[in-house]
């Protein structure tokens, strides 16, 4: 009878370190996840920069006119961008 009693005392424990050990690993799956996203989006920020080669454009401000011949002085006036 006293076998029982230790056989039934000691699968207790070993099946609360199993769940333990199991919500470890989904949290570090969480973290790594979030993780690889934090890294991704650095990256898509990194490449949004480099498609301008460094350089910031300013386009100056222009009028808000509807008149045709303003929006092509605003138009002349503007820099080409170069990509």
Do not use: C, F
Not at 56 to 65: A, F
Request: aromatic share 4%; charged share 10%.
């Amino acid at each position: 009878m006293n076998t029982n009693n230790q056989t039934t005392s000691t699968i207790g424990p070993i099946i609360g370190s199993l769940i333990v050990v199991v919500v470890l690993i989904i949290a570090a799956l969480y973290v790594w996840s979030q993780h690889l996203a934090t890294e991704e989006k650095r990256q898509a920020e990194i490449d949004r920069a480099n498609a301008t080669n460094g350089q910031v454009i300013i386009i100056p401000i222009h009028s808000t006119s509807t008149n045709p011949v303003d929006i092509q002085k605003d138009l002349n006036a503007t820099p080409p961008i170069h990509y």
